[in-house]
């Protein structure tokens, strides 16, 4: 209810902030939302030539199941991620319509941990993760529109507290550019 609120007080004042006439740019700011892993709030910042970052807020683990084996034991439930990338990003063609981007960064999440040890009395640690991601994707600015879509995909490689756990992670949304 609380991440509803909020991504749709964030869309209010996006859409209050920004001319409506507007035109759809990739050299300003945009908030929407990410259907993927993770899935929630999504911020990005275009800057210079063809550079961006994009900002992820919400939860993972619930399209590629949240019952998954994780270094001795079992994630069973959704949590809670943070994710930030740098982008580099650049035209399809001579139209502004189609941009191709990739880039580097970095995501610290939250998420129940039932190990093994635990596994008779279904009891859970609360866990801390952060590692390194990577991703690539596609965005689509409709021509005369303040809004475009995106379709990416990534990989998650944690460094605490599970070296090298690998994780896909994928996604598709919406932004309003203003």
Request: charged letters at 15%; proline letters at 3%; aromatic letters at 18%.
């Amino acid at each position: 209810m609380k991440k509803r609120l909020l991504f749709l007080l964030l869309m209010l004042v996006g859409w209050l902030g920004a001319a409506h006439h507007a035109q759809a740019q990739y050299n300003n700011w945009s908030v929407g939302f990410r259907i993927g892993e993770p899935s929630g709030v999504n911020v990005r910042k275009y800057f210079g030539e063809n550079h961006a970052f994009d900002l992820n807020i919400g939860t993972y683990g619930g399209l590629y199941g949240n019952n998954r084996a994780y270094r001795s034991g079992r994630y069973k439930s959704v949590g809670l991620a943070v994710q930030g990338h740098f982008l580099w990003h650049t035209s399809f063609g001579s139209s502004q319509t189609f941009r191709g981007y990739y880039g580097f960064g970095g995501q610290i999440g939250s998420r129940r941990y039932y190990p093994d040890r635990l596994a008779y009395v279904n009891e859970f640690e609360s866990t801390i993760s952060l590692g390194g991601s990577g991703v690539a994707g596609l965005e689509i600015f409709p021509a005369s529109k303040p809004y475009s879509f995106f379709l990416e995909t990534g990989l998650y490689v944690e460094v605490l507290p599970a070296p090298f756990f690998l994780n896909l992670q994928s996604g598709l949304g919406l932004r309003y550019n203003f």
